[in-house]
């Protein structure tokens, strides 16, 4: 049988589980007795294996009762992105097919717009709150037993993508047997095998719980045993505190989080004592080679990383001693890497659509097409993302191929340009695109957040495009830059960039979907 929290809940029920950043706390007796009752409460209004529920909730306790609750019971659980509006919302429950929704109280203007969407939901819970047509979850399990499932079996998650380019689709796998989801075992693996993790250590997750790798890095950490805290939302000076107060030993970041650390006054990054980490770990976008370097001089090298996707079929992995030789590279594969252009596989340094052999079965949920639509002829898949394998046989990633801007028949690559903006004092966060060009097809543009946005305006145009020759070829330079306050990030670090990009294209014809 999988390893999960009943084991732990049996013997060791006052072992702290979870722990918030705002203090609130779950043992792992806890944990265990408050999913049973999920679990009950979803079989009492006929849920049964194979069926489906979605959370729609910030980072809070609650979310790992349900989503325990769904993988003893054996049923898909779908995560949803808590910036959603509306429209996007009934989309993912009217696809998913959910039988349940768990939403939290901030969000029930939205919910109350999905009627039609959500005309299936046999039960409809809300946590925090009340409105017509839910119940209310601490009654709801006041009603419950807490007792084990008569007959329980193993779910899995069943994650959406970000839709950065169009419509999220749901990664969905077969249901596991008594060994549990595939991806929270091969991450536990990863945890003892790669980072050392024991039951002794704590994980420090600081992003919403609604994407992939912070749901399954923290379920995995429970299967093993190990304390999770959980950040509610990112702040780079209460992370720190968190790291000294509960002497983290393992966490895991995405680049923005660097950046923001780094970009704190040196006088309160050195306020804190971080020496109890052992292993922090980051993935979801390239990090800028300056910026790793110089977390390592801060943090020491321990920093790993790892390049994959919810799919599962592509996965690099890159230690820090390994790293420092081949800078920029986000590690190898353990099963065949292919780099492919129009005319076949490319050598080692130019750079093609990635491709992985092996790994293991999906499907897009109710999405043949796109399926299909990521493996070649030889049964090789791709995410989609541009790269290129050195020598050594050492992955580096270059850009989304949705992305790559070409202009005057040159290809130009997004992600080196945002890696020399992001640098430079003044800037908190820099997107990169083409944009139309008469002549050329397509021009770099910039958008770019200052760091005091009273700075933004011509004169700090002029010296970010200054700086950018100073460390780039003239054609990969931005041609201009705009400002905005904010940019359109997931707080997890995913940037929608469509969302600027298509502003410049209104009107013209593009050839990027």
Same mark, same amino acid.
């Given at each position: ?12 029920? @006052? ?19 408050? !999913? ?15 069926? +489906? ?27 949803? @992105? =808590? ?25 029930? +203007? ?48 069943? %994650?959406? !993508? !970000?839709?950065? =380019? ?15 989801? #595939?991806?929270?075992? =091969? ?31 923290? %379920? ?78 801060? #943090? ?11 799919? +599962? ?9 390994? #790293? ?15 780099? %492919? ?24 949920? @109710? ?69 139309? @060009? ?14 005091? #946005? ?31 306050? =904010? ?27």
């Amino acid at each position: 049988m999988a390893v999960d929290i009943e084991v732990h809940g049996q013997h060791v029920p @006052n072992k702290l589980a979870l722990v918030m950043g705002s203090g609130a706390q779950r043992t792992y007796g806890e944990l265990l007795r408050r !999913s049973n009752r999920v679990a009950n409460l979803l079989h009492a209004a006929g849920l049964r294996r194979g069926d +489906g529920l979605a959370i729609m909730l910030p980072n809070r306790p609650e979310f790992f009762e349900i989503a325990w609750a769904a993988q003893r019971s054996g049923l898909y659980y779908t995560p949803v @992105n =808590t910036h959603l509006v509306a429209d996007e919302l009934a989309y993912i429950v009217a696809d998913s097919g959910v039988k349940a929704l768990f939403v939290d109280a901030a969000f029930s +203007g939205i919910v109350s717009q999905i009627e039609q969407a959500a005309s299936n939901v046999d039960l409809r819970v809300m946590v925090g709150g009340l409105i017509a047509g839910y119940v209310e979850y601490e009654e709801a399990l006041s009603r419950s037993a807490d007792g084990p499932l008569p007959e329980p079996s193993q779910g899995s998650e069943m %994650m959406y !993508s !970000s839709g950065t =380019t169009g419509r999220p689709k749901a990664v969905r796998r077969p249901l596991p047997g008594p060994e549990g989801s #595939w991806a929270q075992r =091969t991450v536990e693996e990863g945890l003892r095998a790669l980072y050392g993790m024991t039951p002794s250590d704590v994980y420090l997750s600081p992003a919403p719980l609604y994407h992939s790798a912070p749901i399954t890095y923290c %379920m995995a950490t429970m299967r093993l045993g190990a304390t999770v805290v959980v950040m509610e939302r990112f702040d780079p000076e209460q992370c720190l505190a968190l790291i000294e107060h509960h002497r983290v030993t393992h966490a895991q970041f995405v680049p923005t989080m660097f950046v923001r650390l780094l970009k704190l006054p040196s006088e309160v990054r050195h306020r804190y004592d971080v020496s109890s980490l052992r292993a922090v770990i980051h993935a979801a976008a390239p990090c800028p080679v300056a910026v790793k370097k110089e977390m390592m001089e801060w #943090w020491g090298p321990i920093i790993y990383e790892y390049y994959a996707g919810t799919e +599962g079929f592509a996965a690099t992995f890159i230690g820090p001693e390994e #790293w420092l030789a081949h800078p920029g590279s986000v590690g190898r594969s353990q099963n065949p890497v292919h780099i %492919m252009g129009e005319d076949g596989e490319l050598p080692p340094g130019k750079p093609g659509l990635i491709y992985f052999e092996g790994g293991p079965a999906f499907e897009y949920h @109710n999405d043949p097409i796109k399926t299909a639509s990521v493996s070649n002829e030889m049964g090789w898949r791709t995410l989609g993302d541009v790269g290129y394998l050195d020598a050594d046989g050492y992955l580096y990633l270059t850009d989304r191929a949705t992305f790559m801007i070409v202009s005057g028949g040159v290809n130009i690559y997004p992600q080196e340009i945002e890696n020399v903006l992001i640098l430079h004092p003044k800037v908190m966060d820099a997107a990169v695109f083409g944009v139309p @060009n008469a002549e050329f097809g397509e021009e770099v543009k910039a958008v770019v957040q200052p760091k005091d #946005w009273e700075e933004a305006g011509e004169a700090l145009e002029a010296e970010l495009i200054d700086y950018c020759r100073s460390h780039l070829a003239g054609y990969k330079c931005p041609r201009s830059i705009d400002f905005e306050q =904010t940019l359109p990030r997931d707080p997890n670090g995913k940037l929608y960039k469509r969302h600027l990009r298509d502003r410049y294209w209104t009107g013209h014809q593009t050839r990027l979907l």
